[in-house]
């Protein structure tokens, strides 16, 4: 499967986005999918998750309330939902497809990487 990621940008602080990871390939349905970010010097680290039928979903605790994870099986499609962002969630965002059914919050769980799409947030 091949994913593409969309969405980001330069916004200010409290500002909103929304995030799309696009599939195409083998049925996207069986797929977990999840959204992680890396910062500039920093790890990648685990955003959301997202389980293949939708119905189950995690998130960091440095999102959880602000962020929003959610799927489109028709579309082939996972949106991330950002609200009330903070400079700290500047990074470059990336999204990932894992086969082992999920959702799963460690990289090494996922099969497949998006290019990435960077996020800043301007205090």
């Known amino acids: 499967v091949q994913l593409q990621a969309s969405g980001g940008g330069l916004v200010q602080a409290g500002d909103s986005l929304r995030l799309s990871c696009a599939a195409s390939?083998?049925?996207?349905?069986?797929?977990?999918v999840g959204w992680f970010r890396q910062a500039l010097g920093k790890e990648r680290e685990f955003v959301a998750a997202i389980s293949r039928s939708g119905s189950t979903t995690y998130y960091a605790d440095s999102v959880k309330g602000r962020f929003t994870i959610s799927r489109d099986n028709a579309k082939n499609t996972v949106y991330l939902q950002m609200n009330s962002l903070k400079p700290e969630d500047t990074a470059v965002y990336y999204c990932?497809?894992?086969?082992?059914?999920?959702?799963?919050?460690?990289?090494?769980?996922?099969?497949?990487w998006g290019q990435g799409t960077q996020v800043t947030v301007s205090s």
């Open positions: 390939g083998r049925a996207f349905s069986s797929y977990g």
């Open positions: 990932a497809a894992a086969a082992v059914p999920g959702p799963h919050t460690v990289t090494l769980r996922y099969d497949y």
